[in-house]
Protein backbone atom coordinates (compact mmCIF):
# COMPACT_ATOMS: atom_id res chain seq x y z
CA UNK A 1 0.00 0.00 0.00
CA UNK A 2 2.50 2.54 0.87
CA UNK A 3 4.36 1.64 -2.30
CA UNK A 4 1.22 1.83 -4.24
CA UNK A 5 -0.28 5.50 -2.69
CA UNK A 6 2.71 7.82 -4.04
CA UNK A 7 1.64 6.37 -7.98
CA UNK A 8 -1.78 7.03 -7.39
CA UNK A 9 -1.62 10.90 -6.47
CA UNK A 10 1.15 11.04 -8.97
CA UNK A 11 -1.66 9.96 -11.61
CA UNK A 12 -4.01 12.03 -10.24
CA UNK A 13 -1.36 15.13 -10.64
CA UNK A 14 -1.17 13.80 -14.09
CA UNK A 15 -4.39 13.99 -14.38
CA UNK A 16 -4.82 17.13 -13.13
CA UNK A 17 -1.83 18.56 -15.76
CA UNK A 18 -3.55 16.63 -18.54
CA UNK A 19 -6.38 18.82 -17.76
CA UNK A 20 -4.74 21.85 -17.27
CA UNK A 21 -3.22 21.62 -20.30
CA UNK A 22 -6.25 21.89 -22.49
CA UNK A 23 -8.56 24.59 -20.80
CA UNK A 24 -6.93 26.47 -18.55
CA UNK A 25 -3.49 26.83 -20.20
CA UNK A 26 -4.50 28.62 -23.27
CA UNK A 27 -7.04 30.50 -20.99
CA UNK A 28 -3.83 31.61 -19.06
CA UNK A 29 -2.23 32.25 -22.44
CA UNK A 30 -5.12 34.54 -23.75
CA UNK A 31 -4.89 36.44 -20.35
CA UNK A 32 -0.82 36.90 -20.89
CA UNK A 33 -1.26 38.20 -23.92
CA UNK A 34 -3.91 40.33 -23.10
CA UNK A 35 -2.14 41.84 -20.08
CA UNK A 36 1.08 42.34 -22.50
CA UNK A 37 -1.41 44.48 -25.19
CA UNK A 38 -3.12 46.58 -22.73
CA UNK A 39 -0.05 48.24 -21.08
CA UNK A 40 0.85 49.46 -24.66
CA UNK A 41 -3.01 50.30 -25.18
CA UNK A 42 -4.78 51.94 -22.79
CA UNK A 43 -4.71 55.20 -21.29
CA UNK A 44 -4.09 55.22 -17.78
CA UNK A 45 -2.57 56.75 -14.39
CA UNK A 46 -2.12 55.77 -11.14
CA UNK A 47 -0.32 55.31 -8.08
CA UNK A 48 1.25 52.27 -7.06
CA UNK A 49 3.27 50.52 -4.79
CA UNK A 50 6.85 48.87 -5.07
CA UNK A 51 7.88 46.57 -2.51
CA UNK A 52 11.14 44.69 -2.30
CA UNK A 53 13.40 43.30 0.82
CA UNK A 54 11.09 44.81 3.60
CA UNK A 55 10.64 47.94 1.96
CA UNK A 56 8.43 49.91 0.11
CA UNK A 57 8.27 53.02 -2.78
CA UNK A 58 5.10 54.99 -3.96
CA UNK A 59 5.26 56.10 -7.42
CA UNK A 60 2.98 57.96 -9.84
CA UNK A 61 2.24 56.51 -13.65
CA UNK A 62 0.79 58.24 -16.39
CA UNK A 63 0.64 56.53 -19.55
CA UNK A 64 -0.86 57.99 -22.94
CA UNK A 65 -1.00 56.48 -26.15
CA UNK A 66 -1.62 59.41 -29.07
CA UNK A 67 -3.68 59.20 -31.78
CA UNK A 68 -0.90 57.98 -33.87
CA UNK A 69 -0.04 54.76 -31.41
CA UNK A 70 2.71 56.97 -30.15
CA UNK A 71 3.44 55.88 -26.48
CA UNK A 72 4.02 58.62 -23.90
CA UNK A 73 4.60 57.53 -20.04
CA UNK A 74 5.27 59.47 -16.90
CA UNK A 75 7.15 57.54 -14.04
CA UNK A 76 7.58 60.08 -10.51
CA UNK A 77 9.08 58.61 -7.42
CA UNK A 78 6.99 60.08 -4.58
CA UNK A 79 8.94 58.76 -1.42
CA UNK A 80 12.68 59.83 -1.05
CA UNK A 81 14.69 61.82 -3.31
CA UNK A 82 12.52 63.08 -6.25
CA UNK A 83 13.12 60.95 -9.60
CA UNK A 84 10.95 60.98 -13.01
CA UNK A 85 11.16 58.59 -15.92
CA UNK A 86 9.62 59.77 -18.97
CA UNK A 87 9.25 57.39 -21.86
CA UNK A 88 8.38 59.08 -25.33
CA UNK A 89 8.38 55.71 -27.72
CA UNK A 90 11.60 54.23 -27.37
CA UNK A 91 13.25 56.57 -25.64
CA UNK A 92 13.42 56.81 -21.80
CA UNK A 93 15.22 59.90 -19.91
CA UNK A 94 15.78 59.29 -16.42
CA UNK A 95 15.60 62.60 -14.18
CA UNK A 96 17.77 62.64 -11.13
CA UNK A 97 17.44 66.36 -9.57
CA UNK A 98 19.11 65.71 -6.90
CA UNK A 99 22.85 64.80 -8.95
CA UNK A 100 21.81 67.19 -11.34
CA UNK A 101 21.52 64.73 -13.69
CA UNK A 102 19.48 63.43 -16.80
CA UNK A 103 20.13 59.70 -18.09
CA UNK A 104 19.23 58.97 -21.58
CA UNK A 105 18.43 55.71 -22.44
CA UNK A 106 17.97 54.63 -26.43
CA UNK A 107 16.47 51.68 -26.99
CA UNK A 108 16.34 49.85 -30.34
CA UNK A 109 12.26 49.36 -31.39
CA UNK A 110 13.16 46.34 -33.17
CA UNK A 111 14.46 44.47 -30.42
CA UNK A 112 11.68 45.49 -27.84
CA UNK A 113 10.71 42.01 -26.45
CA UNK A 114 7.11 41.70 -26.75
CA UNK A 115 5.27 38.73 -26.54
CA UNK A 116 5.84 36.85 -29.93
CA UNK A 117 4.66 33.10 -30.33
CA UNK A 118 8.14 32.41 -30.57
CA UNK A 119 9.14 33.50 -27.44
CA UNK A 120 5.45 32.25 -25.97
CA UNK A 121 6.83 28.55 -26.54
CA UNK A 122 9.78 29.56 -24.53
CA UNK A 123 7.26 30.26 -21.47
CA UNK A 124 5.19 26.80 -22.05
CA UNK A 125 8.62 24.75 -22.06
CA UNK A 126 9.94 26.66 -18.90
CA UNK A 127 6.80 27.45 -16.90
CA UNK A 128 3.64 26.12 -15.92
CA UNK A 129 0.88 28.70 -16.74
CA UNK A 130 -2.49 28.67 -15.38
CA UNK A 131 -5.35 31.09 -14.23
CA UNK A 132 -5.15 31.27 -10.04
CA UNK A 133 -8.76 32.61 -9.12
CA UNK A 134 -9.96 36.37 -9.05
CA UNK A 135 -9.08 39.14 -6.56
CA UNK A 136 -9.57 42.62 -5.81
CA UNK A 137 -6.55 45.64 -6.14
CA UNK A 138 -7.11 49.15 -5.79
CA UNK A 139 -10.91 49.13 -6.38
CA UNK A 140 -10.75 46.20 -9.37
CA UNK A 141 -11.43 42.83 -9.90
CA UNK A 142 -8.97 41.50 -11.30
CA UNK A 143 -7.81 37.67 -12.63
CA UNK A 144 -4.54 36.06 -11.40
CA UNK A 145 -2.66 34.36 -13.83
CA UNK A 146 0.59 32.39 -12.56
CA UNK A 147 3.87 31.39 -14.12
CA UNK A 148 4.91 28.35 -11.94
CA UNK A 149 9.18 27.71 -12.85
CA UNK A 150 9.60 24.02 -13.53
CA UNK A 151 12.79 24.59 -12.10
CA UNK A 152 14.87 26.53 -9.90
CA UNK A 153 16.94 28.24 -12.33
CA UNK A 154 14.05 31.15 -12.45
CA UNK A 155 11.63 32.77 -10.40
CA UNK A 156 7.99 31.96 -10.19
CA UNK A 157 5.60 35.12 -11.69
CA UNK A 158 2.04 36.77 -10.86
CA UNK A 159 -0.13 38.61 -12.40
CA UNK A 160 -3.53 40.15 -11.58
CA UNK A 161 -5.10 41.32 -14.87
CA UNK A 162 -7.93 44.03 -14.63
CA UNK A 163 -10.96 42.05 -15.66
CA UNK A 164 -12.24 44.48 -18.57
CA UNK A 165 -8.91 46.03 -19.65
CA UNK A 166 -6.36 43.00 -19.13
CA UNK A 167 -3.98 45.90 -17.41
CA UNK A 168 -1.62 44.17 -14.65
CA UNK A 169 -3.23 45.99 -11.36
CA UNK A 170 -0.36 43.73 -9.39
CA UNK A 171 2.92 41.80 -10.36
CA UNK A 172 4.26 39.79 -8.04
CA UNK A 173 7.85 37.70 -8.56
CA UNK A 174 8.40 34.77 -6.47
CA UNK A 175 11.27 32.88 -5.25
CA UNK A 176 11.72 29.12 -4.64
CA UNK A 177 10.29 29.15 -1.17
CA UNK A 178 7.23 30.69 -2.46
CA UNK A 179 8.27 34.02 -1.02
CA UNK A 180 7.26 37.26 -2.66
CA UNK A 181 10.60 38.75 -3.18
CA UNK A 182 9.49 41.83 -5.67
CA UNK A 183 5.66 43.03 -5.92
CA UNK A 184 4.08 45.99 -7.93
CA UNK A 185 0.70 46.57 -7.02
CA UNK A 186 -1.50 49.83 -8.12
CA UNK A 187 -3.11 51.63 -4.93
CA UNK A 188 -5.16 53.69 -7.56
CA UNK A 189 -5.51 53.69 -10.59
CA UNK A 190 -8.12 55.49 -13.44
CA UNK A 191 -8.42 53.60 -16.53
CA UNK A 192 -8.97 55.40 -19.77
CA UNK A 193 -10.31 59.09 -20.11
CA UNK A 194 -8.20 61.96 -21.95
CA UNK A 195 -4.72 63.09 -21.54
CA UNK A 196 -3.09 65.40 -23.41
CA UNK A 197 0.83 65.73 -23.95
CA UNK A 198 1.72 68.03 -20.91
CA UNK A 199 1.08 65.21 -18.35
CA UNK A 200 3.70 63.32 -19.30
CA UNK A 201 6.38 65.66 -19.31
CA UNK A 202 8.94 65.91 -16.98
CA UNK A 203 8.68 68.64 -14.76
CA UNK A 204 12.22 69.12 -14.78
CA UNK A 205 12.28 69.66 -18.25
CA UNK A 206 13.15 72.96 -18.66
CA UNK A 207 15.38 73.47 -15.35
CA UNK A 208 17.53 70.28 -16.34
CA UNK A 209 19.12 72.11 -19.54
CA UNK A 210 21.93 72.70 -17.48
CA UNK A 211 22.59 69.53 -16.08
CA UNK A 212 25.18 66.73 -17.12
CA UNK A 213 23.42 64.46 -19.25
CA UNK A 214 25.07 60.46 -19.38
CA UNK A 215 23.27 59.27 -23.10
CA UNK A 216 23.64 55.20 -23.59
CA UNK A 217 24.35 54.31 -27.28
CA UNK A 218 23.30 51.13 -29.30
CA UNK A 219 25.12 50.31 -32.65
CA UNK A 220 22.21 50.01 -34.56
CA UNK A 221 23.05 47.58 -37.57
CA UNK A 222 21.40 44.63 -39.36
CA UNK A 223 24.45 42.59 -38.78
CA UNK A 224 24.41 40.96 -35.05
CA UNK A 225 27.72 41.51 -33.32
CA UNK A 226 29.54 38.84 -32.14
CA UNK A 227 32.43 39.67 -30.73
CA UNK A 228 33.29 35.73 -29.72
CA UNK A 229 32.26 35.59 -26.44
CA UNK A 230 29.88 32.30 -25.61
CA UNK A 231 28.33 31.47 -22.59
CA UNK A 232 29.26 27.81 -22.22
CA UNK A 233 27.09 26.20 -19.51
CA UNK A 234 23.96 27.92 -20.45
CA UNK A 235 20.89 27.39 -18.10
CA UNK A 236 18.30 25.25 -19.52
CA UNK A 237 15.43 27.36 -21.43
CA UNK A 238 17.66 30.16 -21.93
CA UNK A 239 17.84 31.04 -25.71
CA UNK A 240 20.14 34.08 -27.05
CA UNK A 241 17.87 36.84 -28.07
CA UNK A 242 19.94 39.31 -28.54
CA UNK A 243 23.77 40.46 -29.20
CA UNK A 244 24.45 44.19 -29.35
CA UNK A 245 28.12 46.30 -29.53
CA UNK A 246 26.60 49.59 -27.48
CA UNK A 247 27.99 52.10 -24.72
CA UNK A 248 26.28 52.47 -21.26
CA UNK A 249 25.27 55.64 -19.68
CA UNK A 250 27.86 57.44 -17.47
CA UNK A 251 30.26 55.13 -18.20
CA UNK A 252 33.46 55.06 -20.70
CA UNK A 253 34.37 52.33 -23.45
CA UNK A 254 32.34 49.91 -25.66
CA UNK A 255 30.49 47.39 -23.97
CA UNK A 256 29.48 44.34 -25.41
CA UNK A 257 25.74 43.21 -24.55
CA UNK A 258 24.00 39.91 -25.04
CA UNK A 259 20.33 38.91 -23.65
CA UNK A 260 19.29 35.45 -23.03
CA UNK A 261 15.72 34.77 -22.52
CA UNK A 262 13.27 32.42 -21.45
CA UNK A 263 10.65 33.72 -22.77
CA UNK A 264 9.54 36.11 -19.83
CA UNK A 265 12.65 36.40 -17.74
CA UNK A 266 15.79 37.76 -19.29
CA UNK A 267 19.25 38.22 -18.02
CA UNK A 268 21.96 40.66 -19.84
CA UNK A 269 25.49 39.81 -20.16
CA UNK A 270 27.81 42.97 -20.45
CA UNK A 271 31.59 42.57 -21.48
CA UNK A 272 33.96 45.68 -21.02
CA UNK A 273 37.60 45.56 -21.38
CA UNK A 274 38.90 46.10 -17.88
CA UNK A 275 40.57 49.83 -17.38
CA UNK A 276 43.81 49.15 -15.83
CA UNK A 277 44.19 51.43 -13.13
CA UNK A 278 40.66 49.73 -11.92
CA UNK A 279 40.29 46.65 -9.26
CA UNK A 280 37.51 44.39 -9.93
CA UNK A 281 36.65 41.86 -7.12
CA UNK A 282 34.03 39.54 -7.64
CA UNK A 283 30.82 40.57 -6.04
CA UNK A 284 26.77 39.41 -5.75
CA UNK A 285 24.64 42.10 -4.97
CA UNK A 286 20.91 42.81 -5.79
CA UNK A 287 17.98 45.41 -6.72
CA UNK A 288 14.64 44.19 -5.97
CA UNK A 289 14.16 40.60 -7.61
CA UNK A 290 17.18 41.58 -9.99
CA UNK A 291 20.30 39.68 -9.01
CA UNK A 292 23.64 41.62 -10.55
CA UNK A 293 26.86 39.28 -10.48
CA UNK A 294 30.37 40.96 -11.26
CA UNK A 295 33.90 39.14 -11.57
CA UNK A 296 36.62 39.84 -13.83
CA UNK A 297 37.83 37.54 -16.53
CA UNK A 298 40.43 37.54 -19.16
CA UNK A 299 41.38 41.23 -18.97
CA UNK A 300 37.73 42.07 -18.96
CA UNK A 301 34.53 42.68 -16.52
CA UNK A 302 32.17 40.65 -16.84
CA UNK A 303 28.45 42.10 -15.58
CA UNK A 304 26.02 39.75 -15.71
CA UNK A 305 22.41 41.34 -14.03
CA UNK A 306 18.32 39.49 -14.64
CA UNK A 307 15.48 39.00 -12.79
CA UNK A 308 16.78 35.22 -11.97
CA UNK A 309 18.30 33.42 -8.86
CA UNK A 310 21.82 34.27 -8.46
CA UNK A 311 22.46 30.91 -8.94
CA UNK A 312 21.18 31.27 -12.40
CA UNK A 313 23.25 34.55 -13.24
CA UNK A 314 25.98 33.24 -11.86
CA UNK A 315 26.35 30.41 -14.21
CA UNK A 316 26.29 32.26 -16.62
CA UNK A 317 29.33 34.82 -15.94
CA UNK A 318 31.10 31.73 -14.45
CA UNK A 319 30.66 30.10 -18.10
CA UNK A 320 31.58 32.72 -20.36
CA UNK A 321 34.34 32.05 -22.47
CA UNK A 322 36.24 33.86 -24.94
CA UNK A 323 36.61 32.21 -28.47
CA UNK A 324 40.55 32.49 -29.24
CA UNK A 325 40.29 34.61 -32.28
CA UNK A 326 36.70 33.84 -33.89
CA UNK A 327 37.74 36.03 -36.48
CA UNK A 328 41.05 36.55 -37.72
CA UNK A 329 41.26 32.38 -37.78
CA UNK A 330 39.22 32.23 -40.50
CA UNK B 1 35.61 43.24 13.30
CA UNK B 2 33.66 45.01 16.52
CA UNK B 3 31.93 46.75 13.56
CA UNK B 4 30.77 43.75 12.01
CA UNK B 5 29.64 42.33 14.71
CA UNK B 6 27.67 45.42 16.01
CA UNK B 7 26.75 45.71 11.99
CA UNK B 8 25.29 42.23 12.56
CA UNK B 9 23.74 42.93 15.41
CA UNK B 10 21.69 46.14 14.34
CA UNK B 11 23.68 48.22 16.76
CA UNK B 12 25.50 50.80 13.83
CA UNK B 13 23.51 53.70 12.62
CA UNK B 14 22.54 54.28 9.10
CA UNK B 15 25.64 56.37 7.97
CA UNK B 16 28.02 53.71 9.98
CA UNK B 17 26.30 50.99 8.61
CA UNK B 18 26.71 52.27 5.09
CA UNK B 19 30.23 52.88 5.65
CA UNK B 20 30.36 49.14 7.31
CA UNK B 21 28.83 47.92 3.96
CA UNK B 22 30.75 49.66 1.58
CA UNK B 23 33.85 48.31 3.35
CA UNK B 24 32.48 44.74 2.64
CA UNK B 25 31.44 45.17 -0.59
CA UNK B 26 35.85 45.67 -1.42
CA UNK B 27 37.31 43.54 0.96
CA UNK B 28 37.18 39.97 0.83
CA UNK B 29 38.76 39.11 4.15
CA UNK B 30 35.82 41.04 5.90
CA UNK B 31 33.21 39.45 3.88
CA UNK B 32 35.08 36.23 5.05
CA UNK B 33 34.71 37.45 8.97
CA UNK B 34 31.02 38.77 8.15
CA UNK B 35 29.60 35.27 6.97
CA UNK B 36 31.47 33.61 9.71
CA UNK B 37 29.64 35.79 12.34
CA UNK B 38 26.50 35.14 10.66
CA UNK B 39 27.12 31.42 10.69
CA UNK B 40 28.02 30.99 14.27
CA UNK B 41 25.09 33.29 15.05
CA UNK B 42 22.97 31.27 13.01
CA UNK B 43 24.02 28.35 14.77
CA UNK B 44 23.58 29.84 18.23
CA UNK B 45 20.24 30.69 17.39
CA UNK B 46 19.33 27.06 15.92
CA UNK B 47 18.10 29.20 12.85
CA UNK B 48 16.09 26.90 9.96
CA UNK B 49 18.10 28.34 7.57
CA UNK B 50 21.24 26.80 8.76
CA UNK B 51 20.16 23.75 7.30
CA UNK B 52 19.97 24.73 3.75
CA UNK B 53 22.88 26.90 3.68
CA UNK B 54 24.59 24.22 4.89
CA UNK B 55 23.15 21.87 2.09
CA UNK B 56 24.60 24.68 0.05
CA UNK B 57 27.58 24.66 0.77
CA UNK B 58 28.08 20.50 0.55
CA UNK B 59 26.47 21.08 -2.67
CA UNK B 60 28.94 23.08 -3.89
CA UNK B 61 32.12 21.21 -2.33
CA UNK B 62 30.95 17.96 -3.82
CA UNK B 63 30.57 19.49 -7.31
CA UNK B 64 34.36 20.24 -6.99
CA UNK B 65 35.42 17.28 -5.66
CA UNK B 66 33.53 14.42 -6.53
CA UNK B 67 35.52 11.49 -4.20
CA UNK B 68 33.20 12.48 -1.18
CA UNK B 69 33.84 9.69 0.87
CA UNK B 70 38.05 10.28 0.62
CA UNK B 71 38.23 14.23 0.34
CA UNK B 72 41.64 15.30 -0.31
CA UNK B 73 42.98 16.86 2.67
CA UNK B 74 43.97 21.10 1.79
CA UNK B 75 46.33 23.55 3.58
CA UNK B 76 43.72 25.40 5.59
CA UNK B 77 44.43 28.87 4.37
CA UNK B 78 42.65 30.48 7.80
CA UNK B 79 40.36 29.58 10.51
CA UNK B 80 37.64 30.74 8.75
CA UNK B 81 38.05 28.15 5.81
CA UNK B 82 38.57 25.54 8.53
CA UNK B 83 35.37 26.34 10.43
CA UNK B 84 34.08 26.45 6.88
CA UNK B 85 34.96 22.58 5.99
CA UNK B 86 34.17 21.14 9.01
CA UNK B 87 30.66 22.62 8.61
CA UNK B 88 30.48 21.10 5.62
CA UNK B 89 31.77 18.02 6.91
CA UNK B 90 29.00 17.67 9.63
CA UNK B 91 26.55 18.35 6.66
CA UNK B 92 27.73 16.18 4.49
CA UNK B 93 27.57 13.23 7.34
CA UNK B 94 24.04 14.56 7.83
CA UNK B 95 22.82 14.37 4.29
CA UNK B 96 24.81 10.77 3.88
CA UNK B 97 22.37 9.73 6.65
CA UNK B 98 19.38 11.45 5.22
CA UNK B 99 20.04 9.47 2.06
CA UNK B 100 20.85 6.22 4.11
CA UNK B 101 17.73 6.69 6.10
CA UNK B 102 15.50 8.46 4.47
CA UNK B 103 13.26 5.56 2.60
CA UNK B 104 11.67 7.51 0.15
CA UNK B 105 9.37 5.17 -1.79
CA UNK B 106 9.28 7.76 -4.78
CA UNK B 107 13.50 7.58 -4.95
CA UNK B 108 14.59 4.46 -6.76
CA UNK B 109 17.44 2.61 -4.90
CA UNK B 110 20.53 3.47 -6.25
CA UNK B 111 19.17 6.63 -7.82
CA UNK B 112 22.36 8.70 -7.96
CA UNK B 113 22.00 11.32 -4.56
CA UNK B 114 24.13 13.26 -6.86
CA UNK B 115 21.19 14.31 -9.15
CA UNK B 116 20.17 16.74 -6.03
CA UNK B 117 23.79 17.32 -4.43
CA UNK B 118 24.89 18.62 -7.76
CA UNK B 119 22.95 21.49 -8.63
CA UNK B 120 24.87 24.85 -9.17
CA UNK B 121 24.83 26.97 -6.15
CA UNK B 122 26.54 30.31 -6.17
CA UNK B 123 29.73 30.08 -3.80
CA UNK B 124 29.61 32.03 -0.32
CA UNK B 125 28.99 35.67 -1.49
CA UNK B 126 26.71 37.49 0.22
CA UNK B 127 24.69 39.55 -1.97
CA UNK B 128 24.16 43.05 -1.16
CA UNK B 129 21.89 45.37 -1.95
CA UNK B 130 23.51 47.46 -5.10
CA UNK B 131 23.00 50.93 -3.40
CA UNK B 132 22.13 52.26 -7.02
CA UNK B 133 25.48 51.69 -8.21
CA UNK B 134 24.32 49.67 -10.87
CA UNK B 135 21.35 51.75 -12.38
CA UNK B 136 22.77 52.19 -15.67
CA UNK B 137 23.45 48.71 -16.20
CA UNK B 138 19.72 47.52 -14.92
CA UNK B 139 18.63 50.68 -17.35
CA UNK B 140 20.24 49.16 -20.10
CA UNK B 141 19.19 45.72 -19.76
CA UNK B 142 15.26 46.46 -19.04
CA UNK B 143 14.52 47.18 -22.61
CA UNK B 144 15.33 43.66 -23.43
CA UNK B 145 13.53 42.06 -20.47
CA UNK B 146 10.07 40.72 -21.18
CA UNK B 147 8.63 40.59 -18.02
CA UNK B 148 9.49 44.26 -17.53
CA UNK B 149 7.78 45.28 -21.56
CA UNK B 150 4.71 43.35 -20.16
CA UNK B 151 4.28 46.07 -17.45
CA UNK B 152 5.03 48.97 -19.15
CA UNK B 153 7.45 51.81 -17.66
CA UNK B 154 6.41 50.66 -13.93
CA UNK B 155 9.58 48.22 -13.64
CA UNK B 156 12.07 51.45 -14.40
CA UNK B 157 10.96 52.70 -10.56
CA UNK B 158 14.11 49.95 -10.47
CA UNK B 159 16.75 51.13 -12.01
CA UNK B 160 16.12 54.62 -10.07
CA UNK B 161 14.91 53.07 -6.87
CA UNK B 162 17.99 54.27 -5.04
CA UNK B 163 19.42 57.09 -6.33
CA UNK B 164 23.63 57.05 -6.03
CA UNK B 165 24.52 59.91 -3.57
CA UNK B 166 27.49 61.97 -5.96
CA UNK B 167 30.18 61.17 -3.49
CA UNK B 168 29.75 57.12 -4.33
CA UNK B 169 29.87 57.61 -7.97
Known amino acids: ?330 | MEKLSALIDGELDDQEMERQLALLKQNNDAQDSWEMFNLIGDTLRGDSRISSDFSRCIAERLALEPTMLAPQRRAAKNVVRNAMSIAASLAAVSVVAWVAFSNNPLTAPGSPASVHLAEPAPAQLASINSQGQMNEYLLAHQGFSPSTAIQGVVPYIRSVSVSPTPQNR
Not at chain 1, 181 to 187: P, R
Request: aromatic residues 6%; positive net charge.
Open chain 1, 1 to 330: MIKVLPLVILGLMAADVAHAGNDNTQEAFALLKKIANATRQFNYSGTFVYQHGGKSETSRIVHYVNNAGGEFEKLEALDGPPREVIRNNDQLTCYLPNLKTVIIEQRDTRQLPVLVPERMSGIVENYTVKLAGNDRVAGYDCNVVMLEPKDNMRYGRSFCAETGSGLPLRTRTINEKRETIESFAFTQLTIGGNFNSDKVKSKYAAISKNWRVDRSALTVSEQKADAGWVVGHQPAGFRKTTEINRSIAGRHGAVSHIVLSDGITAVSVFIEAKPKDRVVAQALAHQGAVNIYTRPHAGHVVTVLGEAPAVTIMQIANSLELRVNSASAR
